[in-house]
């Protein structure tokens, strides 16, 4: 029930962000969001173990720079998957490099707020 309710939020926090950022714009119907939202979670958890496999390479960098070059590196896989479903259509397009960067911190905080408020977080409460 917490991954459907997450799922929705997700989709609230997507729909928002197109919405309010300059160079996000709006394709379909707003149902549309809940597939765009679907295709940007299948896509960061695939992701993930590039991630991590670059993390391990680039190990020494991170601890030179205090973790920055974790957040950028993560940072850069999110708006290319941001990029990459806006070019699908899904819900939202977008114009660029730099919507794509707004809109994906945009996205991520609204997300976390979302979920801080509705108590959907990972842990039981």
Same mark, same amino acid.
């Given at each position: 029930?917490?991954?459907?309710?997450? =799922?929705?939020? @997700?989709?609230?926090?997507?729909?928002?962000?197109?919405?309010?950022?300059? *160079?996000?714009?709006?394709? *379909? %119907?707003?149902? %549309?969001?809940?597939?765009?939202?679907? @295709?940007?979670?299948?896509?960061?958890?695939?992701?993930?173990? +590039?991630?991590?496999?670059?993390?391990?390479?680039?190990?020494?960098?991170?601890?030179?720079?205090?973790?920055? =070059?974790?957040?950028?590196?993560?940072?850069? $896989?999110? $708006?290319?998957?941001?990029? +990459?479903?806006? @070019?699908?259509? =899904?819900?939202?397009?977008?114009? *660029?490099?730099?919507? &794509?960067?707004?809109? &994906?911190?945009?996205?991520?905080?609204? !997300? !976390? $707020?979302? !979920? *801080?408020? +509705?108590?959907?977080?990972?842990? @039981? %409460?």
């Amino acid at each position: 029930m917490k991954l459907l309710l997450r =799922w929705i939020l @997700a989709s609230v926090a997507l729909l928002i962000t197109v919405y309010i950022v300059p *160079g996000l714009e709006p394709t *379909g %119907s707003p149902l %549309s969001v809940f597939g765009a939202t679907l @295709a940007l979670a299948l896509l960061n958890v695939l992701a993930m173990p +590039f991630l991590l496999l670059v993390n391990l390479i680039t190990l020494p960098l991170s601890c030179l720079t205090l973790g920055l =070059w974790t957040f950028v590196l993560v940072l850069l $896989v999110n $708006v290319m998957v941001f990029q +990459f479903v806006g @070019a699908l259509g =899904w819900g939202f397009h977008v114009e *660029g490099f730099l919507p &794509a960067a707004v809109g &994906a911190l945009v996205m991520s905080v609204l !997300t !976390t $707020v979302l !979920t *801080g408020l +509705f108590h959907a977080g990972r842990r @039981a %409460s």
